[in-house]
């Protein structure tokens, strides 16, 4: 069974780098037929699609969150990251990880996502 | 960038009712339509994709259905377990994936 899990600090000062680690369990990383992406959800709102990777390094990034965010693959470890840089209150939020099914005719290939990780809550106070 | 729109935002429903959900979307997205169950303190859970096929283990009261801009999201008998806030969410746009609002369904 693939099990995603969400690791990193829950607490982060404003204008700091936010950074989240998601390993996959039960599952390569490195299959060609998915894509790995970073979801968000501010306490009591709705859900906002951060970005997606390939195991190649492909990735595809919120327009408007473009600027300030990284995702990256370690293919041995069997995880992925994000990069939230020079964050503040509004970026508070519960930080998902989730596997996207990879098809030739959705748009980039990033399709509908068939898996989750529980979730970890990031707080971004001083 | 395309914008999903869902309504209502809150129903209010008895067990056993059938329930309908709509999520509009601000220009064609075709079929690529995912929908989402949601309940409090956990993730979402895949229903629907492709606007109307059922996700392995997902019940038949689930159904999904439209294209283009405008999809539905029907729950033919509801049950207690699916009282939970419900998401759609397009697949179709160079500029990545967008959720709508959310819907509530709450004990009428």
């Known amino acids: 069974q693939l099990q995603l899990q969400e690791s990193g600090p829950g607490l982060v000062k404003p204008s700091e780098t936010l950074s989240l680690t998601c390993t996959v369990s039960?599952?390569?990383?490195?299959?060609?037929?998915?894509?790995w992406g970073w979801i968000r959800q501010p306490p009591g709102k709705g859900l906002e699609w951060i970005g997606s990777i390939y195991y190649s390094g492909s990735t595809y990034y919120n327009p408007s969150l473009k600027s300030r965010v990284t995702i990256s693959v370690d293919t041995s470890k069997n995880q992925f990251s994000l990069k939230l840089s020079s964050v503040t209150a509004a970026d508070t939020a519960v930080y998902y990880c989730a596997r996207h099914l990879r098809g030739r005719y959705c748009t980039n290939g990033v399709c509908q996502i068939d898996y989750w990780g529980q979730g970890t809550l990031v707080t971004v106070s001083s | 960038d395309i914008q999903m729109t869902q309504s209502p935002s809150t129903l209010s429903a008895s067990v056993g009712d059938r329930v309908t959900i709509t999520c509009r979307a601000s220009q064609s997205i075709s079929s690529w339509l995912a929908w989402y169950q949601q309940k409090p303190g956990k993730a979402p859970k895949l229903l629907i994709y492709k606007a109307s096929s059922l996700e392995s283990g997902v019940p038949s009261r689930f159904s999904g259905s439209g294209s283009g801009t405008e999809f539905t999201l029907t729950i033919s008998s509801l049950q207690p377990d699916d009282f939970a806030t419900y998401y759609c969410?397009?697949?179709?746009?160079?500029?990545?994936?967008?959720f709508g609002g959310g819907t509530k369904v709450e004990i009428k």
């Open positions: 039960g599952g390569s990383i490195s299959s060609s037929s998915y894509y």
């Open positions: 969410q397009q697949y179709n746009s160079y500029s990545g994936l967008t």
